[in-house]
């Protein structure tokens, strides 16, 4: 698939289904390399548990979701960083051009779940920031077994769907309307998190 056809692909599922999912969005050697880093940065510790210093306290916090993550700087000058953030921008600008969706922001960060972690059932958008229109998660977990859990589920209005978090797979949803979780996870668990704003 070229790229066009990949953006098609992932819209179109969004629209009929409230949710896009394409196996192979970015590239693998992009991804091998984005796993690296976020390897490094777990081991360096920096990363570090979500929503600490918002509203929620680490215990309470911890009940809702066990991942740590880091933040990619919009600005980064790692070469992969780099490429994602650009393709992402490409995404954007395609999406803005073919559904008026007005997108002018990103973030996006980092999460590992370690064995033992999930994140319970959730929406995106936060109760008093609209900002976040839609999300895009992508896996960076080579030979995922369904054994070892750690699945996304996706909640739409007919059914849920159980998503893999496999190397590759990237999955696009409305940020204010789709509840998602992840399952609890019996291995190591890395993906990128992001959201696509209006602001
Ligand atoms: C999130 C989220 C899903 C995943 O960070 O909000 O739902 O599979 N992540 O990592
Ligand atoms: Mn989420």
Redesign the pocket.
């Known amino acids: 698939m070229v790229l066009n056809e990949k953006y098609e692909f992932l819209i179109n599922g969004l629209i009929e289904d409230e949710f896009g999912m394409l196996e192979e969005f970015f590239p693998r050697e992009l991804l091998l390399n984005l796993r690296s880093n976020a390897e490094q940065y777990y081991q360096l510790g920096l990363m570090a548990p979500?929503g600490i210093g918002r509203k929620f306290s680490y215990e309470k916090n911890a009940k809702v979701?066990g991942?740590l993550?880091r933040w990619i700087d919009n600005n980064s000058d790692d070469q992969y960083e780099k490429a994602f953030l650009e393709s992402v921008h490409d995404f954007i600008s395609y999406l803005n051009q073919s559904c008026y969706t007005g997108i002018n922001d990103f973030e996006f960060?980092y999460?590992f779940?370690d064995e033992g972690s999930f994140?319970r059932r959730?929406k995106?958008q936060f109760n008093n920031d609209f900002g976040r229109k839609f999300?895009l998660?992508s896996?960076l977990n080579e030979d995922w077994k369904s054994a070892d859990g750690?699945q996304?589920v996706v909640y739409t209005q007919q059914s849920s769907k159980k998503i893999e978090?496999r190397l590759g797979t990237t999955?696009f949803f409305r940020s204010d309307v789709t509840e998602?979780?992840?399952l609890l996870s019996h291995a190591p668990?890395f993906?990128i998190?992001g959201w696509l704003k209006k602001v």
């Open positions: 979500a979701r991942d993550i960060h999460a779940y994140y959730h995106d999300s998660v896996y750690g996304l978090p999955v998602h979780e992840v668990r993906s998190a």
